[in-house]
T-cell receptor, first 116, second 113 residues
Framework: AQTVTQSQPEMSVQEAETVTLSCTYD???????LFWYKQPPSRQMILVIR??????QNATENRFSVNFQKAAKSFSLKISDSQLGDAAMYFC?????????????FGDGTTLTVKP | NAGVTQTPKFQVLKTGQSMTLQCAQD?????MSWYRQDPGMGLRLIHY???????DQGEVPNGYNVSRSTTEDFPLRLLSAAPSQTSVYFC????????????FGPGTRLTVL
């Protein structure tokens, strides 16, 4: 079974600074997708960024970028120019292949605090 | 377009009671899933469906039943509630063609006394 590990239960960052959240995963598959979700206090799960395993280029979405190291099975999220609204729980998620759109494995999350 | 809706938002049950959590989506998504989120943990898959009439178990299926009679609806039934089922429940839907992105509902907070 696939596992996703987020080794940082809590992180904090100063407003406008950069922070990196770590995620490692275990899989024997070659075709898979990785995601970072944000969960603010409202509980709503919001997709932040996604990465297809077959793509070597790291995904970027505005202030959010990933460092995808396939051989090391590492998928970290970098948040640049942190804003107060970035404070939330962040979950790393793995999904195997094209035909498993309904099945994701999540890490236990990292709570990010943004200090003004 | 309401996206993924869940009812109720909050529910308190007594041990042994049964209930159904409702989930509906209006995006014509093939895939629908139920997850539970316990305090301090990530989401764990309970059941999922790849289309009307097709369901399968996830990581933590015991104590729950599902059915998918229509593309839009995917109810989750608790047969005999136990305190261990106290959790926040999320329904999600998605299309295989859309990079496997899942869209989540707002969640149902369930407390079993």
């Amino acid at each position: 079974a696939q596992t996703v590990t987020q080794s940082q239960p809590e992180m904090s960052v100063q407003e406008a600074e950069t922070v990196t959240l770590s995620c490692t995963y275990d899989t024997s598959e070659s075709d898979y997708y990785l995601f970072w979700y944000k969960q603010p206090p409202s509980r709503q799960m919001i997709l932040v960024i996604r990465q297809e395993a077959y793509k070597q280029q790291n995904a970027t979405e505005n202030r959010f970028s990933v460092n995808f190291q396939k051989a090391a099975k590492s998928f970290s999220l970098k948040i640049s120019d942190s804003q107060l609204g970035d404070a939330a729980m962040y979950f790393c998620a793995y999904r195997k292949g094209w035909s498993n759109a309904g099945k994701s494995t999540f890490g236990d999350g990292t709570t990010l605090t943004v200090k003004p | 377009n309401a996206g993924v809706t869940q009812t109720p938002k909050f529910q308190v049950l007594k041990t042994g009671q049964s209930m159904t959590l409702q989930c509906a989506q209006d995006m014509n998504h093939e895939y629908m899933s139920w997850y539970r989120q316990d305090p301090g943990m990530g989401l764990r898959l309970i059941h999922y469906s790849v289309g009307a009439g097709i369901t399968d178990q996830g990581e933590v299926p015991n104590g729950y039943n599902v059915s998918r009679s229509t593309t839009e609806d995917f109810p989750l039934r608790l047969l005999s509630a136990a305190p261990s089922q106290t959790s926040v429940y999320f329904c999600a839907s998605g299309l295989a063609a859309n990079y496997n992105e899942q869209f989540f509902g707002p969640g149902t907070r369930l407390t079993v006394l």
